[in-house]
C-alpha cells in the first residue's frame, strides 16, 4: 500500500512538474507576442487579426464549439488586451 502511495505522489509531482513548464512557456509566448504587438502600427494590428480571425474559422470547423469558443477568447484577449 505504501508502494502505491509513493508511486502515486511520484506521478503527481511529475504531472505538477509538466503543468508548471507548459505554463511557463505560454506566459514567455504571451510576453514575446505583445512585445511584437506593440510594435506593429493600429493598420498592420488590424490586418493581423482580420487574418487570425479568418484562420480560426477555419480551425473551428473541426473543433468542438467550446473549444473554438475558448481559443478565440484567448486570442482576442491577447490581441485586444494584452498583459503586458
Same mark, same amino acid.
Given at each position: 500500500? /505504501?508502494?502505491?502511495? $509513493?508511486?502515486?505522489? #511520484? *506521478?503527481?509531482?511529475? *504531472?505538477? +512538474?509538466? +503543468? /508548471?513548464? !507548459?505554463? $511557463?512557456?505560454?506566459?514567455?509566448?504571451?510576453?514575446?507576442?505583445?512585445? !511584437?504587438?506593440? /510594435? !506593429? &502600427?493600429?493598420?498592420?494590428?488590424?490586418?493581423?487579426?482580420? &487574418?487570425?480571425?479568418? %484562420?480560426?474559422?477555419?480551425? %473551428? #470547423? &473541426? %473543433?468542438? $464549439?467550446?473549444? $473554438? +469558443?475558448?481559443?478565440? +477568447?484567448?486570442? #482576442? /484577449?491577447?490581441?485586444?488586451?494584452?498583459?503586458?
Amino acid at each position: 500500500m /505504501k508502494y502505491l502511495i $509513493a508511486e502515486l505522489l #511520484d *506521478k503527481l509531482a511529475e *504531472k505538477e +512538474s509538466e +503543468s /508548471k513548464e !507548459l505554463v $511557463a512557456q505560454v506566459e514567455a509566448l504571451e510576453i514575446v507576442v505583445t512585445a !511584437l504587438l506593440r /510594435k !506593429l &502600427g493600429d493598420e498592420q494590428r488590424q490586418e493581423l487579426s482580420q &487574418g487570425i480571425g479568418q %484562420a480560426l474559422a477555419t480551425a %473551428a #470547423d &473541426g %473543433a468542438s $464549439a467550446e473549444d $473554438a +469558443s475558448l481559443l478565440h +477568447s484567448y486570442i #482576442d /484577449k491577447l490581441l485586444n488586451y494584452p498583459r503586458y
